[in-house]
Protein backbone atom coordinates (compact mmCIF):
# COMPACT_ATOMS: atom_id res chain seq x y z
CA UNK A 1 0.00 0.00 0.00
CA UNK A 2 3.01 2.54 0.69
CA UNK A 3 4.50 2.23 -2.85
CA UNK A 4 1.06 2.55 -4.23
CA UNK A 5 0.22 5.74 -2.33
CA UNK A 6 4.15 6.94 -3.03
CA UNK A 7 3.36 6.61 -6.85
CA UNK A 8 0.11 8.14 -6.76
CA UNK A 9 2.28 11.16 -4.83
CA UNK A 10 4.80 11.32 -7.11
CA UNK A 11 2.63 12.01 -10.37
CA UNK A 12 0.41 14.50 -8.71
CA UNK A 13 3.40 16.50 -7.74
CA UNK A 14 5.63 15.97 -11.02
CA UNK A 15 7.99 13.54 -9.57
CA UNK A 16 8.56 16.02 -6.10
CA UNK A 17 7.89 13.40 -3.96
CA UNK A 18 10.71 10.44 -4.43
CA UNK A 19 10.54 6.60 -4.30
CA UNK A 20 14.07 5.69 -3.14
CA UNK A 21 15.20 2.39 -1.27
CA UNK A 22 17.97 2.40 1.18
CA UNK A 23 20.42 4.67 -0.51
CA UNK A 24 19.87 8.39 0.63
CA UNK A 25 21.43 11.29 -0.34
CA UNK A 26 23.42 13.81 1.16
CA UNK A 27 21.17 15.97 3.33
CA UNK A 28 20.83 19.60 1.76
CA UNK A 29 22.51 21.20 4.46
CA UNK A 30 25.19 19.03 5.65
CA UNK A 31 26.92 20.19 9.07
CA UNK A 32 30.39 22.34 8.93
CA UNK A 33 32.87 22.36 11.01
CA UNK A 34 34.25 25.41 12.92
CA UNK A 35 37.01 26.86 10.63
CA UNK A 36 39.45 26.93 13.69
CA UNK A 37 40.14 26.36 17.12
CA UNK A 38 39.44 29.88 18.44
CA UNK A 39 36.83 29.20 21.52
CA UNK A 40 33.48 31.10 21.36
CA UNK A 41 33.79 32.70 24.82
CA UNK A 42 30.31 34.70 25.56
CA UNK A 43 30.63 38.37 26.47
CA UNK A 44 34.49 38.25 25.68
CA UNK A 45 33.89 38.70 21.97
CA UNK A 46 34.58 41.64 19.31
CA UNK A 47 31.88 43.85 17.94
CA UNK A 48 28.68 44.03 20.32
CA UNK A 49 25.57 44.66 18.55
CA UNK A 50 21.75 43.98 18.28
CA UNK A 51 19.44 43.41 15.54
CA UNK A 52 18.11 46.66 15.17
CA UNK A 53 15.43 46.05 12.49
CA UNK A 54 14.11 42.98 11.40
CA UNK A 55 11.27 41.74 8.80
CA UNK A 56 9.84 38.70 6.77
CA UNK A 57 11.09 39.05 3.79
CA UNK A 58 9.94 39.72 -0.01
CA UNK A 59 9.34 36.25 -2.10
CA UNK A 60 12.10 37.04 -4.40
CA UNK A 61 14.82 38.08 -1.63
CA UNK A 62 14.77 34.22 -0.70
CA UNK A 63 17.95 32.18 -1.17
CA UNK A 64 17.78 29.52 -3.24
CA UNK A 65 17.76 26.61 -0.95
CA UNK A 66 17.04 23.61 -2.78
CA UNK A 67 19.27 24.51 -5.95
CA UNK A 68 16.38 24.48 -8.51
CA UNK A 69 17.37 28.30 -9.57
CA UNK A 70 14.22 30.10 -7.90
CA UNK A 71 14.20 32.12 -4.61
CA UNK A 72 12.57 29.80 -1.60
CA UNK A 73 10.63 31.98 0.81
CA UNK A 74 7.11 30.76 1.39
CA UNK A 75 6.56 32.73 4.64
CA UNK A 76 6.91 35.96 2.61
CA UNK A 77 3.25 35.85 2.67
CA UNK A 78 2.80 36.09 5.66
CA UNK A 79 5.26 39.42 5.80
CA UNK A 80 3.07 42.13 5.34
CA UNK A 81 0.37 40.40 8.05
CA UNK A 82 3.50 40.19 10.58
CA UNK A 83 4.99 44.21 9.65
CA UNK A 84 3.36 45.54 12.69
CA UNK A 85 3.48 42.70 14.87
CA UNK A 86 7.06 42.85 14.46
CA UNK A 87 7.42 46.59 14.66
CA UNK A 88 5.66 46.78 18.39
CA UNK A 89 8.04 43.82 19.27
CA UNK A 90 10.81 46.16 18.61
CA UNK A 91 9.01 48.85 20.52
CA UNK A 92 8.16 46.95 23.59
CA UNK A 93 11.60 45.31 23.55
CA UNK A 94 9.50 41.54 23.46
CA UNK A 95 12.34 41.05 20.77
CA UNK A 96 15.81 41.73 21.98
CA UNK A 97 18.77 39.44 19.87
CA UNK A 98 22.12 40.54 20.47
CA UNK A 99 25.21 39.67 18.44
CA UNK A 100 29.04 38.88 19.21
CA UNK A 101 31.78 38.29 17.19
CA UNK A 102 34.89 36.44 17.68
CA UNK A 103 38.05 35.67 16.18
CA UNK A 104 37.69 39.07 14.22
CA UNK A 105 39.53 41.68 16.22
CA UNK A 106 40.02 43.96 12.56
CA UNK A 107 37.43 44.34 10.08
CA UNK A 108 38.73 43.33 6.88
CA UNK A 109 38.89 40.16 4.63
CA UNK A 110 39.07 36.94 7.01
CA UNK A 111 38.65 33.33 5.69
CA UNK A 112 37.29 32.23 9.58
CA UNK A 113 35.33 34.00 11.67
CA UNK A 114 32.78 33.36 14.43
CA UNK A 115 29.85 35.16 15.42
CA UNK A 116 26.84 33.98 18.27
CA UNK A 117 23.18 35.13 18.84
CA UNK A 118 21.50 35.31 22.00
CA UNK A 119 18.07 36.01 23.72
CA UNK A 120 19.03 39.55 24.93
CA UNK A 121 16.69 41.80 27.50
CA UNK A 122 16.20 45.50 27.56
CA UNK A 123 13.30 45.96 28.88
CA UNK A 124 13.00 44.78 32.79
CA UNK A 125 10.44 44.56 35.86
CA UNK A 126 12.77 43.69 38.52
CA UNK A 127 11.01 44.24 41.29
CA UNK A 128 8.14 42.02 40.05
CA UNK A 129 5.04 44.53 40.04
CA UNK A 130 4.02 43.65 36.70
CA UNK A 131 4.81 46.89 35.21
CA UNK A 132 8.45 46.96 32.54
CA UNK A 133 10.84 49.69 32.71
CA UNK A 134 11.72 51.51 28.89
CA UNK A 135 8.03 51.46 28.08
CA UNK A 136 5.46 55.01 27.92
CA UNK A 137 2.76 52.80 30.06
CA UNK A 138 5.57 51.38 32.24
CA UNK A 139 6.78 51.15 35.94
CA UNK A 140 8.47 54.54 37.32
CA UNK A 141 10.31 52.85 39.93
CA UNK A 142 11.76 49.07 39.46
CA UNK A 143 13.49 49.17 42.39
CA UNK A 144 9.74 49.05 44.15
CA UNK A 145 7.10 46.83 44.02
CA UNK A 146 4.58 49.36 45.63
CA UNK A 147 5.02 51.93 43.17
CA UNK A 148 3.46 51.64 39.94
CA UNK A 149 0.47 52.36 37.73
CA UNK A 150 -1.90 50.34 39.46
CA UNK A 151 -0.88 51.82 42.94
CA UNK A 152 -2.59 54.12 45.42
CA UNK A 153 -0.64 57.32 46.04
CA UNK A 154 0.49 57.99 49.34
CA UNK A 155 0.31 61.10 50.64
CA UNK A 156 3.60 63.09 52.51
CA UNK A 157 6.15 60.21 52.00
CA UNK A 158 7.60 62.17 48.78
CA UNK A 159 7.26 59.60 46.29
CA UNK A 160 5.43 59.06 43.18
CA UNK A 161 3.56 56.11 43.99
CA UNK A 162 0.92 55.96 41.37
CA UNK A 163 3.82 56.87 38.76
CA UNK A 164 1.61 59.80 37.03
CA UNK A 165 4.94 61.67 37.33
CA UNK A 166 4.08 64.05 40.60
CA UNK A 167 4.67 63.23 44.23
CA UNK A 168 1.86 63.26 46.62
CA UNK A 169 -0.60 65.06 44.74
CA UNK A 170 -4.22 64.53 46.05
CA UNK A 171 -7.57 64.69 44.19
CA UNK A 172 -10.50 67.17 45.08
CA UNK A 173 -13.95 67.31 44.07
CA UNK A 174 -14.78 70.32 42.31
CA UNK A 175 -18.24 71.38 41.37
CA UNK A 176 -19.67 72.88 38.71
CA UNK A 177 -22.39 74.14 36.25
CA UNK A 178 -21.26 70.51 34.31
CA UNK A 179 -21.41 68.86 37.31
CA UNK A 180 -18.86 67.32 40.02
CA UNK A 181 -15.50 66.48 38.80
CA UNK A 182 -12.22 65.35 40.49
CA UNK A 183 -9.26 67.05 39.58
CA UNK A 184 -5.57 66.10 40.25
CA UNK A 185 -4.09 68.92 42.68
CA UNK A 186 -0.13 68.94 42.50
CA UNK A 187 1.63 69.30 46.11
CA UNK A 188 3.15 72.81 47.55
CA UNK A 189 5.63 71.01 49.81
CA UNK A 190 8.47 73.54 48.54
CA UNK A 191 11.37 71.36 51.17
CA UNK A 192 14.10 69.81 49.67
CA UNK A 193 14.39 66.22 51.33
CA UNK A 194 17.12 64.47 49.03
CA UNK A 195 19.41 68.48 48.59
CA UNK A 196 19.43 68.01 44.51
CA UNK A 197 17.78 71.60 44.65
CA UNK A 198 14.32 70.74 43.29
CA UNK A 199 11.25 70.54 45.42
CA UNK A 200 8.34 68.34 44.71
CA UNK A 201 6.55 72.14 44.36
CA UNK A 202 9.09 72.43 41.67
CA UNK A 203 7.92 69.30 40.01
CA UNK A 204 10.51 66.62 41.64
CA UNK A 205 8.90 63.68 41.65
CA UNK A 206 10.71 61.42 44.25
CA UNK A 207 12.12 63.68 46.72
CA UNK A 208 14.11 60.87 48.51
CA UNK A 209 16.16 60.05 45.40
CA UNK A 210 18.46 63.01 44.36
CA UNK A 211 18.71 60.83 40.48
CA UNK A 212 15.10 61.95 40.00
CA UNK A 213 14.34 65.92 39.76
CA UNK A 214 11.71 65.94 37.32
CA UNK A 215 11.12 67.91 34.08
CA UNK A 216 14.40 68.72 32.45
CA UNK A 217 16.32 66.46 33.77
CA UNK A 218 18.17 63.88 31.03
CA UNK A 219 16.65 60.49 31.68
CA UNK A 220 19.19 57.88 32.58
CA UNK A 221 18.58 54.79 30.55
CA UNK A 222 18.90 51.32 32.74
CA UNK A 223 18.86 53.16 36.36
CA UNK A 224 14.67 52.11 36.62
CA UNK A 225 14.37 55.48 38.02
CA UNK A 226 11.58 58.24 36.56
CA UNK A 227 14.75 60.74 36.25
CA UNK A 228 12.58 63.50 34.36
CA UNK A 229 9.50 62.40 36.18
CA UNK A 230 7.27 61.67 33.48
CA UNK A 231 6.02 58.72 34.86
CA UNK A 232 7.75 56.05 33.56
CA UNK A 233 11.27 54.91 34.60
CA UNK A 234 13.89 54.43 31.67
CA UNK A 235 11.94 56.30 29.21
CA UNK A 236 12.01 59.36 27.25
CA UNK A 237 11.01 61.00 24.22
CA UNK A 238 13.59 63.93 21.90
CA UNK A 239 12.67 66.44 20.19
CA UNK A 240 11.47 64.72 17.56
CA UNK A 241 9.51 62.23 19.42
CA UNK A 242 11.59 59.45 18.82
CA UNK A 243 12.58 56.94 22.07
CA UNK A 244 15.90 58.24 24.37
CA UNK A 245 16.33 54.91 25.93
CA UNK A 246 16.59 52.19 23.30
CA UNK A 247 19.21 49.62 21.99
CA UNK A 248 18.12 49.76 18.35
CA UNK A 249 19.58 53.44 17.72
CA UNK A 250 23.01 54.29 16.22
CA UNK A 251 24.17 55.97 19.51
CA UNK A 252 28.34 56.88 19.86
CA UNK A 253 26.94 55.63 23.47
CA UNK A 254 25.45 52.38 23.03
CA UNK A 255 23.42 51.12 25.83
CA UNK A 256 23.30 47.97 28.03
CA UNK A 257 22.13 44.83 26.81
CA UNK A 258 21.53 42.01 29.27
CA UNK A 259 21.82 38.25 27.87
CA UNK A 260 19.58 35.57 29.05
CA UNK A 261 20.53 32.42 30.58
CA UNK A 262 18.43 30.53 28.11
CA UNK A 263 20.79 31.23 25.48
CA UNK A 264 23.39 28.63 26.07
CA UNK A 265 23.17 25.17 26.24
CA UNK A 266 21.89 23.65 28.99
CA UNK A 267 23.97 23.63 32.10
CA UNK A 268 27.09 25.41 29.91
CA UNK A 269 27.87 28.69 28.77
CA UNK A 270 27.65 27.71 25.00
CA UNK A 271 25.60 29.96 22.89
CA UNK A 272 22.82 28.03 21.35
CA UNK A 273 22.72 29.81 18.47
CA UNK A 274 26.37 29.95 16.83
CA UNK A 275 28.10 30.51 13.25
CA UNK A 276 31.66 29.16 13.36
CA UNK A 277 32.73 28.71 9.92
CA UNK A 278 31.49 32.47 8.58
CA UNK A 279 34.34 34.58 6.02
CA UNK A 280 34.07 38.33 5.30
CA UNK A 281 35.29 39.01 1.64
CA UNK A 282 37.79 42.20 0.57
CA UNK A 283 34.64 44.31 0.71
CA UNK A 284 33.33 43.44 3.63
CA UNK A 285 30.86 41.40 2.97
CA UNK A 286 29.46 38.72 6.06
CA UNK A 287 28.63 35.10 4.55
CA UNK A 288 27.75 32.30 6.98
CA UNK A 289 26.26 29.15 7.25
CA UNK A 290 24.13 26.93 6.94
CA UNK A 291 23.97 26.49 11.10
CA UNK A 292 20.93 27.35 13.46
CA UNK A 293 19.25 30.22 14.05
CA UNK A 294 16.15 30.52 16.35
CA UNK A 295 13.60 33.81 16.98
CA UNK A 296 10.06 34.41 18.32
CA UNK A 297 7.97 36.38 15.06
CA UNK A 298 4.79 38.05 16.43
CA UNK A 299 2.46 37.86 13.56
CA UNK A 300 -1.01 38.90 15.66
CA UNK A 301 -1.53 39.24 19.44
CA UNK A 302 -2.54 35.42 19.61
CA UNK A 303 -0.26 33.94 16.96
CA UNK A 304 3.72 34.14 17.66
CA UNK A 305 5.87 31.92 14.60
CA UNK A 306 8.90 30.28 16.47
CA UNK A 307 11.25 30.29 13.88
CA UNK A 308 14.02 27.91 14.68
CA UNK A 309 15.49 28.28 11.24
CA UNK A 310 17.65 25.03 10.25
CA UNK A 311 20.08 25.66 7.14
CA UNK A 312 20.46 29.07 8.29
CA UNK A 313 22.38 31.33 5.89
CA UNK A 314 23.66 34.74 6.26
CA UNK A 315 24.40 37.69 4.10
CA UNK A 316 25.37 40.95 5.47
CA UNK A 317 27.48 43.99 4.69
CA UNK A 318 29.04 45.30 7.02
CA UNK A 319 29.50 49.35 7.70
CA UNK A 320 31.19 51.79 10.03
CA UNK A 321 28.74 53.72 12.62
CA UNK A 322 29.10 56.00 15.30
CA UNK A 323 30.12 53.15 18.08
CA UNK A 324 31.38 50.90 16.13
CA UNK A 325 30.49 48.20 13.08
CA UNK A 326 26.80 47.07 12.35
CA UNK A 327 25.29 45.33 9.35
CA UNK A 328 23.62 46.53 6.73
CA UNK A 329 21.36 44.85 4.03
CA UNK A 330 21.30 41.02 6.03
CA UNK A 331 19.55 38.35 4.66
CA UNK A 332 19.00 35.38 6.51
CA UNK A 333 17.37 32.43 4.95
CA UNK A 334 16.05 28.79 5.71
CA UNK A 335 13.80 26.52 7.06
CA UNK A 336 11.42 25.61 9.24
CA UNK A 337 11.51 22.23 9.72
CA UNK A 338 8.70 19.63 10.55
CA UNK A 339 9.79 18.42 13.61
CA UNK A 340 10.55 21.44 15.05
CA UNK A 341 6.91 23.22 13.94
CA UNK A 342 5.24 19.71 16.50
CA UNK A 343 6.99 21.41 18.81
CA UNK A 344 5.19 24.84 19.16
CA UNK A 345 2.30 25.14 21.07
CA UNK A 346 0.21 27.96 22.29
CA UNK A 347 -0.92 29.73 18.65
CA UNK A 348 -4.90 30.60 20.15
CA UNK A 349 -6.37 31.47 16.95
CA UNK A 350 -10.13 31.49 17.45
CA UNK A 351 -10.83 32.62 13.85
CA UNK A 352 -9.45 29.68 12.95
CA UNK A 353 -9.95 27.13 15.52
CA UNK A 354 -6.91 27.04 16.52
CA UNK A 355 -6.26 25.95 20.28
CA UNK A 356 -3.03 26.44 22.62
CA UNK A 357 -2.88 22.47 22.82
CA UNK A 358 -2.42 23.05 18.45
CA UNK A 359 1.38 23.10 17.33
CA UNK A 360 2.53 25.41 14.61
CA UNK A 361 2.67 22.15 12.17
CA UNK A 362 -1.41 22.19 12.97
CA UNK A 363 -1.86 25.76 12.26
CA UNK A 364 0.13 25.21 8.91
CA UNK A 365 -0.55 21.72 7.71
CA UNK A 366 -4.25 21.05 9.00
CA UNK A 367 -5.44 24.80 9.39
CA UNK A 368 -5.41 27.59 6.83
CA UNK A 369 -1.99 29.12 7.52
CA UNK A 370 -0.74 26.47 4.82
CA UNK A 371 -3.12 27.45 2.57
CA UNK A 372 -2.29 31.45 3.19
CA UNK A 373 1.51 30.92 2.07
CA UNK A 374 0.73 28.31 -0.53
CA UNK A 375 1.97 25.60 0.72
CA UNK A 376 1.95 22.68 -2.56
CA UNK A 377 -0.81 19.68 -2.25
CA UNK A 378 -0.58 15.82 -2.86
CA UNK A 379 -3.98 14.01 -3.22
CA UNK A 380 -3.52 10.13 -1.35
CA UNK A 381 -5.86 7.73 -1.81
CA UNK A 382 -6.73 6.92 1.47
CA UNK A 383 -6.57 10.41 3.11
CA UNK A 384 -7.44 12.69 0.04
CA UNK A 385 -5.88 16.15 0.20
CA UNK A 386 -2.09 17.10 2.03
CA UNK A 387 -0.03 19.74 1.72
CA UNK A 388 3.92 19.06 1.29
CA UNK A 389 6.88 21.67 2.95
CA UNK A 390 8.61 23.23 -0.02
CA UNK A 391 12.50 22.39 0.95
CA UNK A 392 13.13 18.66 0.52
CA UNK A 393 15.82 18.96 3.58
CA UNK A 394 17.03 15.17 3.18
CA UNK A 395 16.75 14.89 -0.04
CA UNK A 396 14.46 11.65 -0.17
CA UNK A 397 11.55 13.40 -1.52
CA UNK A 398 8.84 15.99 -0.02
CA UNK A 399 6.93 14.58 3.07
CA UNK A 400 3.19 15.43 3.55
CA UNK A 401 1.45 15.66 6.83
CA UNK A 402 -2.14 15.19 6.76
CA UNK A 403 -5.60 15.05 9.18
CA UNK A 404 -6.65 11.63 8.82
CA UNK A 405 -10.40 13.02 9.33
CA UNK A 406 -10.48 17.08 8.29
CA UNK A 407 -14.34 17.48 8.46
CA UNK A 408 -14.30 16.71 12.23
CA UNK A 409 -13.61 19.90 14.77
CA UNK A 410 -9.98 18.80 15.48
CA UNK A 411 -7.70 20.73 13.21
CA UNK A 412 -4.76 18.15 13.86
CA UNK A 413 -1.90 16.83 11.72
CA UNK A 414 -1.86 12.92 12.97
CA UNK A 415 -0.45 11.10 9.92
CA UNK A 416 3.02 11.90 8.39
CA UNK A 417 4.09 10.49 4.91
CA UNK A 418 7.76 9.83 4.62
CA UNK A 419 9.88 11.11 1.28
CA UNK A 420 9.25 7.17 -0.12
CA UNK A 421 5.91 7.28 0.60
CA UNK A 422 5.95 5.37 3.91
CA UNK A 423 3.17 6.32 6.53
CA UNK A 424 3.25 7.32 9.81
CA UNK A 425 0.58 7.58 12.08
CA UNK A 426 -0.03 9.58 15.73
CA UNK A 427 0.73 7.08 18.58
CA UNK A 428 -2.31 6.74 20.90
CA UNK A 429 -2.50 4.94 24.25
CA UNK A 430 -6.02 3.05 25.22
CA UNK A 431 -7.30 6.42 26.54
CA UNK A 432 -6.92 8.12 22.88
CA UNK A 433 -4.49 10.04 24.41
CA UNK A 434 -1.09 10.89 21.74
CA UNK A 435 1.78 9.13 22.86
CA UNK A 436 4.44 9.82 20.25
CA UNK A 437 3.69 11.97 17.61
CA UNK A 438 4.06 11.32 13.64
CA UNK A 439 6.95 13.37 13.43
CA UNK A 440 8.72 12.11 15.95
CA UNK A 441 9.54 8.97 14.25
CA UNK A 442 13.60 7.98 13.78
CA UNK A 443 15.25 5.76 11.17
CA UNK A 444 17.19 2.80 12.38
CA UNK A 445 20.47 4.95 13.29
CA UNK A 446 17.73 7.46 15.47
CA UNK A 447 17.58 10.32 12.63
CA UNK A 448 14.54 12.24 12.55
CA UNK A 449 12.86 11.58 9.75
CA UNK A 450 10.67 13.88 9.08
CA UNK A 451 12.95 16.95 8.71
CA UNK A 452 11.35 18.53 5.43
CA UNK A 453 10.69 22.89 6.16
CA UNK A 454 9.16 25.71 5.36
CA UNK A 455 11.37 28.03 3.47
CA UNK A 456 12.15 31.78 5.46
CA UNK A 457 14.04 34.68 4.67
CA UNK A 458 14.36 37.71 6.94
CA UNK A 459 15.98 41.17 6.24
CA UNK A 460 17.93 42.45 9.29
CA UNK A 461 20.20 45.48 10.33
CA UNK A 462 22.44 45.49 13.18
CA UNK A 463 23.94 48.36 15.08
CA UNK A 464 26.54 48.02 18.26
CA UNK A 465 25.60 48.05 22.09
CA UNK A 466 27.02 46.93 25.00
CA UNK A 467 26.59 43.37 26.96
CA UNK A 468 27.70 43.69 30.41
CA UNK A 469 26.40 40.53 31.84
CA UNK A 470 24.43 37.24 31.52
CA UNK A 471 21.31 37.81 33.39
CA UNK A 472 21.22 36.13 36.81
Known amino acids: MGRLVCI?????????????????????????????????????????????????????????????????????????????????????????????????????????????????QYSFDSDLDGDNTADNRGDCNDHDASINK??????????????????????????????EMVVVVPSDNVEDMDGDGVTIADGDCDDTNPMVKGPGTPEICGDGFDNDCDGNADFALDGAGNPVCTPYDDSATPDDVLIDPLSFEDGTMTPVIRFEAASVTANNQ??????????????????????????????????????????????????????????????KVDEIGLTEEDTLLDAVFANLLGTLIGLPKVEFEEFGSCQTPDVDVDRDGLEAFCDSDPLDEVNNVDVCIDGDGTVYRDEVDGQGNVTKQCTEFTDKDGNLLFVDGISVEINFETVPVVMPSVLP
Open 8 to 120: LAAVSLLGSIGCGGDDKPEPLFPAKDPCSTTPIVPLQGEHQQVISFLEIGANEDGFDLDGDGEPDNKLSAVGTLARGAIEDSFEDFSIVIPIEFFDFPTVGADECVKFSMYLG
Open 286 to 347: LFAGPALFSVGIPVTDDLNLDLRITGATIEADIVMLQAGIGLVNGRLGGVIDANTADKVTGL
Open 150 to 179: DAVEVAGDYKDNDCDGLADETDEVVSSDAG
